[in-house]
Each structure stands twice: as structure tokens, then as C-alpha cells.
């Protein structure tokens, strides 16, 4: 017999598996010691609004009867290495799922990839935190598994293909993640976690007849006439196939410029720039869950997201939270010498002391008016000089540009900065100077509104670091909205994050599935 419940807890009931079992027997009417039951979670989220923390849980009883598994969805992978080959371009969770989902459709995929696998990328992400050496192929943008892997392994999305993303989960839960992100509404890996999965993913394709070819960079197209046949690598090589998916993510500019240079239809797309902001976790706890000196051993590290419209000369702009990490790491993502970029990521235990977040100003192409003369590479232009201004800011180096919080918004250059997770180091400055005038005087407008909702966000015990500016692409691809094929050439489908349809991890393996399952109905013959 199985039963189902509702149910309002106490941390200790919730995140304790001997407590949690308790409480749903007391639900169902049943005695502490009754045997041949089991109980289990379906959904859990966390309820601070009040004084008291609660957690909103449902729950499953069985009695006298096996519980079975949370999964609905068993891949099947069918041999392959016979099979017409597609082409992705990109070994991200775009990519990877693009292929695992070819494969369960009959189709061999052959994935390229610009950067390492992802046991060989930690040396380069070692030399760019120790020694601010970035490798323009392999870095926390480039290599298997993509931005995500090394970035924190964050799956919520606001998405609302509940079905679909509940297959992506179980996808992740099939290959060795924990059915736990299958429960929490805010599920997550973590960066130390997701790199044994990547690899996981990968063994499947392999072992079903993909190809997996690492350190390989697409350089050019082969076209004709209005489709597109393959792609040729640096190497000089062609590799042909029956479609071209491209998955690249948001920060290949050299595909940006080769799309503009054959002439190949791309547009500049809105997106948003900012800092990371970082803070002490248990002031963000002690905010977050009312409590007066730690949130004790049953909560998990709070988060939070923060909204507001701001006005500026007449123009209203949003400043917004972007992936927040509690008990995370700030990492420098650059992806080329001479560039300053930061992002976060949260190990799977989020036990650091530090929590971080983006806050980004959205920036529309009206905001760019100087830089129209690039065309759809605006926006993109912008973006790069302002990595530039962090760099030159912080000394030239990885060392990145910072200040405390209210003496941003006080216009006073720190005279120190406070202990930081980021590794290269910080440099304080007037992140005036790095930031354009539009995007600081909204953030600095923000974070006083931010410390009203926020009692103690607004302090001096925070610092901002510069620039958090990779928040999403800065160029669309078009597609056509049924079809998911470009425009004007056929046989190309941009994908995900690099052409503009996706963010975030479960969101860029959705359009991944979805791209391939559009190919493979247009080009393969039943």
C-alpha cells in the first residue's frame, strides 16, 4: 500500500532521514516501530518568509510493499556506429544530450569539441587561477562538458516544460547523480559532482558508437550553395555529416565572427552585465532564516534573488541576481589572454564561508549606440571592452578589480578589501572606472533598494568584484520557431546558450534533445 502526504516540517524532521520517517508515520496514524514501511521524499522546498523556518515537503509511505524507483524515464541507446552521422559542435549539456538523444533516435553523433575532456581540463583551470595563464581552448568556458561542468552544476530553470525537464533530470539520476535532484526545488549537483557525471554521459555515447573528438576547433563551414554539408577543423580536416547542430555556448566569438564573415544571417542580442558580489554565508543565513548566530546543521547554505527596476536618464533597466552560489567559489572565467571575467560556483556540500551572486544591469541595444557600426557584433564589442577595462584595472592579470560595497555606492575607493574566495587576488579601485556610467548607476541604485528587502545585505562587510559579463550570449542565431533550422541555411541548427535560446544547464540539454529530434525529423529517411 502506498500513501501519499503534505506535509510542513522542521528542519530536523526534513533534512534527517530517522526524524523525517518519524513524522510521516505520525501522519498516517501509525507507531514510531511499525515495521515494513518506508518512507521517502518527492518534492522539498524551503519556506523562510516566516520567523520560524519551515519546509514544505511531499511525502510517500509504503507499506508492506517496495518502494521501487523515482524514475519514470530508462534511456535506451541503440548501437549507432552504422548510422548516418549528424554533426555538434560543442561537447556542452547542449551538445551532449543533442547526442545521447540522436542515439536514442538511431543516429551516429559526432561531437566536436574546441577543448580538453574534462579530467584534462583541471590543469588549465589551475594555471589561470594560479598563474593567470588562460588557455583560449580550455578553460571554465571551453572543454567537455561546458561552462556548467566547473561552474557550479545549478539544474533549476524557470522552463516551463515540466516533462521535459524531468527527463533531463533522470537522465542525470540514470548516469550517478542522486536522487535528491529529483526532490529539491532548487536542485543541484555541484562542481565537485558533476565532472564524474560529464565523463559518465560521454561513456555512453561512446559505448553506443558516437565519436567524441576533444581538441578539435571548427575554422570554417562547408557550404553549398544554401545548406550546409560540415565543418572543417584546424587541422584542415572535413568532416561531413547530415546536419550541422551548433551548441558552442555563449563566449566562442570566433564563431560569431566566422557566421558574419560567410555571410551567414546573426543578430546582436540584448543580455546583461554586472560583478559578482560576494558576502560572509552567515550573514546571508542570518538574513535569510532570522536566526541570530548560524542556521545550524540541518538547513542548507541560503540563497536568495533579488529584483529591481531602476531609472536612469529616463530609461528603465532591471538589476537582478544571476546564479547565485552559496557556500561557493568566485573563478576566473576568461577565455582569452587580456580579458578579465568572473563566475561562480558552488561545491555540492556549499560549505564555503563565502556566498556569491551576479548582479547585472540588463542592457538593451539601445543602450549601444556607439557601437552600431559592428552590426550584429554590437553588443558583443561592448562586452569585450569592458572585459579589457577589468583587466587593465586589476594590473593586467587574473588579479580582478573590487570594492566594498557601500563605498561603491559612496563613490570611495576602499582602502582594504575583505578576505575573498576568488583565488588570483583582488586590486581595490573605484569599479566606477571599470563599469560604464549606465551600468554602475543602476547597480549602485539597486543595492539601496537590495538593502531594504534585505535588511544587512546593504554593507561594507560585502565586496563587488568585476565583471561578471558572460551571463548570456551577446548574439543570436536566428532559427525558424517551428523548425528550429536557420533561415537561410539548411541543414544548421543553432542550439541553446551560443545562439541565443537557452540558460543554464537543464535548459541548454532541453534545446540539445530538441534540435536533434528537429534534424533528425527533417533529414532522416524513415
Known sequence: MKKSFTLQLSPEEAYDEANFKLAVLKKAGLKPDSSNTFARQTRRSIDARGRKVLVNVEAELFINESPGSLLDHLPEYHQVNQSDPLIIVGAGPAGLFAALRAIELGVKPIVIERGKDVRARRRDLAAINKEGIVNPDSNYCFGEGGAGTYSDGKLYTRSKKRGDIRRIMEIFVYHGATEEILVDAHPHIGTNKLPVLVAKLRESILQAGGEILFETRVEDFILEGNEIKGVVTQSGEKIKGLGVILATGHSARDIFHLLQDRGILIEAKPFALGVRIEHSQNLIDRIQYHCAVDRGPYLPASAYSLVQQTDYQGKQRGVFSFCMCPGGFIVPAATAPGELVVNGMSPSRRDSKF??????????????????????????????????????????????????????????????????????????????????????????????????????????EAQIIGVESRTSSPVRIPRDKESFEHPQIKRLFPCAEGAGYAGGIVSAAMDGERCAEKLIAMYVKK
Not at 558583443?380 to 588579479?399: D, I, N, R, T
Not at 566606477?432 to 537590495?450: C, T
Open 355 to 460: 556566498a556569491n551572486s551576479g548582479m547585472v544591469v540588463s542592457v538593451e541595444l539601445e543602450d549601444l549606440p556607439q557601437y552600431r557600426k559592428y552590426g550584429p557584433l554590437a553588443a558583443l564589442h561592448f562586452q569585450a571592452e569592458v572585459e579589457k577595462k577589468a583587466w587593465e584595472m586589476g594590473g593586467k592579470s587574473q588579479v580582478a578589480p573590487a570594492q566594498r560595497m557601500v563605498d561603491f555606492v559612496n563613490r570611495k575607493v576602499s582602502s582594504s578589501l575583505l578576505d575573498t574566495s576568488y583565488q588570483p587576488g583582488l586590486e581595490s579601485v573605484e569599479m566606477r572606472e571599470v563599469l560604464p556610467d549606465f551600468i554602475a548607476a543602476r547597480m549602485a541604485i539597486a543595492f539601496k533598494g537590495f538593502g531594504q528587502k534585505m535588511k544587512g545585505y546593504l554593507t561594507n
